[in-house]
């Protein structure tokens, strides 16, 4: 986080709201908030957070790259158990 003023402050936040709104809200129609806000709230939980590929994630879905990364660990761990 930058300091107030900075173009940087809310990078992340704008990011999201970016993909969101061309990944999934720009292709739905909602009948009432209250669906756009059950179906979105869906949408983050079942999808963005466990099967959409992040860039950060070296293009991996959340779910494998916490898996590599716990294996990763446990190997660690292993090793310096073992040593």
């Known amino acids: 986080m930058g300091r107030v003023g900075s173009a940087l402050d809310n990078a ?3 990011s999201f709201h970016s ?3 061309v990944e999934y809200i720009r292709r739905h129609r909602f009948t009432t908030r209250a669906e756009a806000w059950l179906k979105i709230a869906t949408w ?3 999808f963005f957070n466990r099967c959409r590929r992040h860039s950060a ?3 991996l879905p959340p779910v ?3 898996r590599i990364i716990n294996q990763k660990r446990a190997k660690a761990r292993s090793r310096a ?3």
Do not use: N, Y
Request: proline fraction near 0%; charge should be negative.
């Open 12 to 14: 992340a936040a704008e």
């Open 19 to 21: 993909t969101i709104k």
């Open 44 to 46: 983050i939980a079942d």
């Open 57 to 59: 994630a070296g293009g």
């Open 64 to 66: 494998e790259f916490e």
């Open 81 to 83: 158990q073992a040593a």
